[in-house]
């Protein structure tokens, strides 16, 4: 018995010592500029009725992947999730991650009419910058059996990983604090 014990620590003392990872990049989304983005004003739908309208961009914009590195998201209470290339990557995962993040939503319709006297003031102006930045609009019909108010609450807000098409909210996380990117060399 001892000896399988000596022999399993062993095994996984050269496990991690063949693999020697390289921070890349943290991500803190307090911090984020989601200005680099495209971001999308998304409509999620639950039984054909809207539950919830934020400004989301999808993760693989942001994080952008190579195949030699991964992502390790932190979330508040110290739970964390990683994401290989192959978990967010547009060629491999037709169905979008979505990450809400923390704008103002838009709630003027289609239409923008801009005055002279606001064209003197384009430069600083949070009304056009929350209304062009809520261009893309974007519905998503919810697969899941069933959703409670609790859910809702809990899910979608800022910061929060949001699968669309999934049929449960198993894999949906919220709170997120930080991403770092790693590279195995």
């Known amino acids: 018995m001892k000896n399988t014990i000596l022999l399993v620590a062993m095994l996984l003392i050269l496990t991690f010592n063949l693999y020697s990872f390289e921070k890349v990049n943290t991500l803190d989304l307090n911090n984020l500029d989601y200005s680099k983005v495209e971001q999308m004003r998304v409509n999620f739908k639950f039984k054909g009725r809207v539950i919830a ?22 979330f508040q209470g ?3 999730v990683i994401y290989s290339h192959y978990d967010i990557s547009e060629l491999n995962n ?11 939503v838009s709630s003027l319709g ?7 006297d606001e064209l003197l003031n384009l ?3 949070t009304l056009l910058e929350t209304e062009l930045n809520s261009i893309l609009d974007v519905q998503y019909q919810l ?3 069933k959703l409670t108010q609790m859910d809702i609450k809990d899910y979608f807000k800022p910061s929060s990983i ?7 909210i198993n894999r949906w996380k919220s709170k997120i604090e930080k991403i770092i990117i790693y590279k195995n060399n």
């Not at 934020?54 to 993760?59: P, R, S, Y």
């Not at 289609?110 to 002279?116: A, F, M, N, Q, S």
């Open 94 to 104: 037709q169905n979008p991650l979505l990450l809400i993040d923390n704008k103002n």
């Open 123 to 125: 430069e600083n102006n």
């Open 53 to 74: 309208t934020h400004n989301a961009v999808e993760l693989n914009k942001i994080l952008k992947l190579n195949q030699n590195e991964f992502a390790e998201v932190y």
């Open 162 to 168: 949001i699968y669309p098409f999934d049929n449960s």
């Open 143 to 145: 697969n899941l059996k």
């Open 78 to 80: 110290g739970d964390n």
């Open 110 to 116: 289609d239409t923008l009419v801009i005055g002279e």
